[in-house]
């Protein structure tokens, strides 16, 4: 039966360690994925024909080194409402009024910079509300990216005569 010494034995451990550790250090990093910052929604106390809608507003950061779109989203809550939700933005019309409109190809988000959604200007818009939202309420979303990326999201919602930005 052939040993091994203490000495060897430890010295092979050793070029093991060095080996995973030079290994690991070589290994991709996993993507970026884009992140958002004071996620919020509009409250909506009530719920009316033609009224049924709201929007979620926040900054959003790209960390990649491509400009992304934000491209609409998701809510969790089907009980809430079951339509897509839609990239959208206000703009001034060829009349001189302001009016609001989808981006088709969703809300551009540059590569290392990022996005503010507000009141007046890029938002993610809820469509179909089947109930109302309380200032204070917590609406889960999943966000979507033009590169294939999702972004799970809790915003609470806000009275929109409190904004300041």
Not at 2 to 19: H, Q, Y
Not at 32 to 38: G, L
Request: one cysteine or more; proline letters at 6%; a negative charge.
């Amino acid at each position: 039966m052939k040993t091994i010494s203490i000495r060897r034995l430890a010295g092979l451990a050793a070029a093991a360690l060095l080996a995973t550790a030079a290994l690991t250090a070589c290994a991709p990093a996993a993507p970026a994925s884009p992140t958002i910052t004071d996620p919020w929604v509009k409250a909506m106390p009530e719920v009316m024909k033609d009224m049924d809608m709201t929007a979620l507003f926040g900054v959003v950061s790209n960390p990649t080194d491509e400009t992304i779109y934000l491209t609409g989203g998701t809510v969790s809550d089907a009980s809430l409402t079951e339509t897509k939700l839609d990239a959208h933005e206000v703009v001034k019309g060829e009349d001189g009024k302001m009016k609001m409109q989808e981006v088709k190809d969703g809300i551009p988000v540059p590569a290392h910079g990022s996005v503010t959604l507000k009141p007046g200007s890029y938002h993610i818009m809820f469509w179909n509300l089947k109930k109302p939202i309380a200032v204070g309420e917590n609406i889960d979303v999943t966000l979507n990216f033009s590169n294939g990326s999702t972004l799970k999201v809790t915003a609470v919602s806000r009275d929109i005569a409190n904004y300041a930005g």
